[in-house]
């Protein structure tokens, strides 16, 4: 059914809303179209959209107070804190202190204060500096599993 037969049925104001999509195979990728579309006001159906003589494609003079088009012109879009210039305090403070701590020798399970405070203990136990990649964990580590380590040669 064509545009012009649809609103020669109707005195309605034609609102346009999407009605079907189809698919469409072509030279191996899958495309999506507007199969269809219809009135929000009433039952018409048209192959295209309803055309408006209120609307028009600047949105500067709407028959629709704010309009669609109108709404999605004020829209902004953020990144969010992708974007930030200011650096996480704690985020930067922990690095600096995994640098340190790599500095002295050891080897922590990962970056947080936390890793690093228990290489530090599991280092003064073990009279030498932990290493998370060849040892236990650091919060396992005890007297007696030193002595034991240092048995075995493990350090």
């Not at 545009?3 to 030279?27: A, F, M, N, P």
């Not at 009135?39 to 704010?66: G, Q, R, W």
């Amino acid at each position: 059914m064509s545009q012009k037969q649809t609103s020669q049925q109707s005195s309605c104001d034609h609102i346009t809303k999407v009605l079907e999509w189809e698919y469409v195979l072509e030279e191996g990728q899958m495309y999506s179209k507007v199969s269809s579309y219809g009135c929000i006001n009433c039952d018409a159906v048209s192959d295209s959209p309803f055309l408006t003589e209120d609307v028009f494609t600047d949105h500067s003079n709407c028959k629709y107070d704010p309009c669609f088009g109108c709404k999605a012109k004020t829209l902004q879009l953020n990144a969010g804190d992708a974007t930030r210039d200011i650096p996480d305090k704690k985020w930067t403070a922990e690095l600096k202190e995994y640098k340190k701590a790599r500095d002295e020798g050891l080897r922590p399970a990962g970056t947080t204060y936390a890793h690093i405070e228990q290489a530090r203990a599991a280092s003064e136990t073990l009279g030498t500096a932990y290493n998370a990649e060849t040892m236990p964990k650091a919060h396992n580590i005890t007297k007696k599993t030193a002595e034991v380590m240092k048995e075995i040669g493990q350090i």
